[in-house]
C-alpha cells in the first residue's frame, strides 16, 4: 500500500465513521502534520476521493465532504425503486449468454470476497455490484434510461449502503444477485423485476437505518464477523 492508498482509506474511513461529517473541510496540512506525510500522497489521495464521489473540491478552499441528507439518499432510492426494476424487465428477454456469464463471474467473486474478513472487502464488493448494475443496464438496451440512472445514482450512497449492511443484510444482498441471473436466463421479467424491488429496497432499509439503533446493528458486517469469530 502506497502512502496516498494509506490517506485515501484513512479519510475514507473517518466520513464514513462520521469522523468527517458532511459538509466539514479535509485539510491538507492537519493530515500531513499528524500522519508525519507531504502534501504529494495527500493531494493524490484527495483527487480520487474527489473521483470517487466523496469529496467535492471547492476552489480557494479546499475538499469538502460531499453532503448527503436523509432526504436526499430517501429520494434517490425512491427513483431507483422506480427505474431499476423496469430495467432488468427490459434486460430479460434481450440479454445474452455472454453477459449472463459475465453476470455470474461477478456474484461468484463478490460472494467469495464475503467469506474474507477485511474491511477493505467491502470495497471491493461495492466497485463489483456497481459492474453488476452497469452489465443490467447495458442489457437493457435503453440509453435514456442509462442517463437517467447515471444522473441519479452516486456512488457513495451505494458504498456506504455495504458498510452498514449487517452480516445477514450482505447474504442477503448476494442472494438476490443469484436470484435475480436465475430470472434473467429464464426471460422472466416480471421475476426480475420484482427481485430487484426487494434488491433496492434492502439497500434502502440498511442506509437508513436510524443512528439511533445499537451498536451491534450500525457495525460493518465484516467488522462483527472479526469480533465473533
Same mark, same amino acid.
Given at each position: 500500500? @502506497?502512502?496516498?492508498?494509506?490517506?485515501?482509506?484513512?479519510?475514507?474511513?473517518? &466520513?464514513?465513521?462520521?469522523?468527517? *461529517?458532511?459538509?466539514?473541510?479535509?485539510?491538507?496540512? @492537519?493530515?500531513?502534520?499528524?500522519?508525519?506525510?507531504?502534501? @504529494? +500522497?495527500?493531494?493524490?489521495?484527495?483527487?480520487?476521493?474527489?473521483?470517487?464521489?466523496?469529496?467535492?473540491? &471547492? +476552489?480557494?478552499?479546499?475538499?469538502?465532504?460531499?453532503?448527503?441528507?436523509?432526504?436526499?439518499?430517501?429520494?434517490? /432510492?425512491?427513483?431507483?425503486?422506480?427505474?431499476?426494476?423496469?430495467?432488468?424487465? #427490459?434486460?430479460? *428477454?434481450? &440479454?445474452?449468454?455472454?453477459?449472463?456469464?459475465?453476470?455470474?463471474?461477478?456474484?461468484?467473486?463478490?460472494?467469495?470476497?464475503?467469506?474474507?474478513?477485511?474491511?477493505?472487502?467491502?470495497?471491493?464488493?461495492?466497485?463489483?455490484?456497481?459492474? /453488476?448494475?452497469?452489465?443490467?443496464?447495458? !442489457? $437493457?438496451?435503453?440509453?435514456?434510461?442509462? =442517463?437517467?440512472?447515471? @444522473?441519479?445514482?452516486?456512488?457513495?450512497?451505494? %458504498? #456506504?449502503? /455495504?458498510? #452498514?449492511?449487517?452480516?445477514?443484510?450482505?447474504?442477503?444482498?448476494?442472494?438476490?444477485?443469484?436470484?435475480?441471473? =436465475? $430470472?434473467?436466463?429464464?426471460?422472466?421479467?416480471?421475476? !426480475?423485476?420484482?427481485?430487484?424491488?426487494?434488491?433496492?429496497?434492502? $439497500?434502502?432499509? $440498511?442506509?437508513?437505518? +436510524?443512528?439511533?439503533?445499537?451498536?451491534?446493528?450500525?457495525? +460493518?458486517? /465484516? %467488522?462483527?464477523?472479526?469480533?465473533?469469530?
Amino acid at each position: 500500500m @502506497t502512502a496516498a492508498d494509506r490517506v485515501y482509506q484513512i479519510i475514507k474511513k473517518r &466520513i464514513l465513521d462520521g469522523q468527517y *461529517p458532511a459538509g466539514s473541510y479535509v485539510r491538507e496540512a @492537519t493530515i500531513g502534520q499528524e500522519l508525519a506525510l507531504s502534501r @504529494t +500522497p495527500i493531494r493524490e489521495a484527495l483527487r480520487r476521493l474527489v473521483s470517487d464521489g466523496w469529496v467535492e473540491a &471547492i +476552489p480557494h478552499h479546499g475538499a469538502r465532504v460531499v453532503a448527503w441528507t436523509q432526504r436526499d439518499v430517501e429520494e434517490v /432510492f425512491e427513483l431507483r425503486v422506480l427505474l431499476e426494476p423496469q430495467v432488468v424487465r #427490459r434486460a430479460a *428477454p434481450r &440479454i445474452g449468454a455472454e453477459r449472463l456469464a459475465t453476470l455470474d463471474d461477478l456474484a461468484e467473486r463478490m460472494e467469495a470476497l464475503c467469506e474474507r474478513g477485511d474491511d477493505a472487502s467491502v470495497d471491493e464488493i461495492a466497485q463489483l455490484n456497481n459492474r /453488476f448494475h452497469a452489465e443490467l443496464v447495458a !442489457a $437493457a438496451d435503453s440509453p435514456r434510461l442509462q =442517463r437517467l440512472l447515471e @444522473t441519479i445514482v452516486q456512488i457513495p450512497v451505494s %458504498r #456506504r449502503s /455495504f458498510h #452498514r449492511y449487517t452480516r445477514d443484510e450482505l447474504h442477503g444482498s448476494m442472494q438476490h444477485h443469484r436470484e435475480l441471473i =436465475r $430470472a434473467l436466463s429464464l426471460g422472466d421479467g416480471e421475476w !426480475a423485476a420484482s427481485v430487484m424491488r426487494a434488491h433496492i429496497l434492502a $439497500a434502502r432499509a $440498511a442506509q437508513l437505518r +436510524p443512528a439511533a439503533s445499537d451498536e451491534e446493528a450500525r457495525e +460493518p458486517a /465484516f %467488522r462483527r464477523r472479526l469480533h465473533r469469530a
